[in-house]
T-cell receptor
């Protein structure tokens, strides 16, 4: 089944403790992206990647890192999480081109206390 | 910059009622337009799309027409069901570049029996 898989689905952590949210897609998509979803703000892009080793900042990149060492994987790293990073996070991937939409993962609900 | 404006929710309808969710956009260039749906506890799913002016996207009884003259992409369904209860996001992507999708803030639809 074609899908984007994120792990974990739920995570509660403490301020400053480094964490990684994994994302993997099995559709050989070029483009991958991370979004955060907050009430009243919709989805905001954190980072995106156009291919292996090609990444760039989205609209809200502060406090996050990403890497794209393999085409299928695009982990999101929070080196020192803070409470304002409590949010619902989505990974998404696409073939690229305006004819294609994104395929989204099921989301990771992160709480930083 | 690019932006998408959706009508505020929540929208509450009785089963079999007619649905319209308004969406307008501003964009540099010629965007493709999308509607995504998010069911409770899940990621976003592509519902329909349109890639050029006057195109009509349709899926699962939902329709939306790309109106360049009014910069709109309103979502409609003739007869909603309880199973349509979800959050609906209007989005745009400008061709070229890095496949960034700009989302509206979402409109929650609740359909009551």
């Amino acid at each position: 089944e074609a899908q984007v898989t994120q792990n974990p689905r739920y995570l509660i952590t403490v301020t400053g403790k480094k964490l990684t949210v994994t994302c993997s897609q099995n559709m050989n998509h070029e483009y991958m992206s991370w979004y955060r979803q907050d009430p009243g703000l919709g989805l905001r892009q954190i980072y995106y990647s156009m291919n292996v080793e090609v990444t760039d900042k989205g609209d809200v990149p502060e406090g996050y890192k990403v890497s794209r060492k393999e085409k299928r994987n695009f982990p999101l790293i929070l080196e020192s999480p803070s409470p304002n990073q409590t949010s619902l996070y989505f990974c998404a991937s696409s073939f690229g081109g305006s004819n294609y939409g994104y395929t989204f993962g099921s989301g990771t609900r992160l709480t930083v206390v | 910059g690019d932006s998408v404006t959706q009508m505020e929710g929540p929208v509450t309808l009785s089963e079999e009622a007619f649905l319209t969710i308004n969406c307008t956009y501003t964009a540099t260039g010629y965007p493709s337009l999308f509607w995504y749906v998010q069911y409770p506890g899940e990621g976003l799913q592509l519902l329909l799309k349109a890639t050029k002016a006057d195109d009509k996207g349709s899926n699962k009884g939902f329709e939306a027409t790309y109106r360049k003259e009014t910069t709109s992409f309103h979502l409609e369904k003739g007869s909603v069901q309880v199973s349509d209860s979800a959050v609906y996001f209007c989005a745009l992507m400008v061709s070229g570049g890095y496949q960034k999708v700009t989302f509206g803030t979402g409109t929650k639809l609740q359909v009551i029996p």
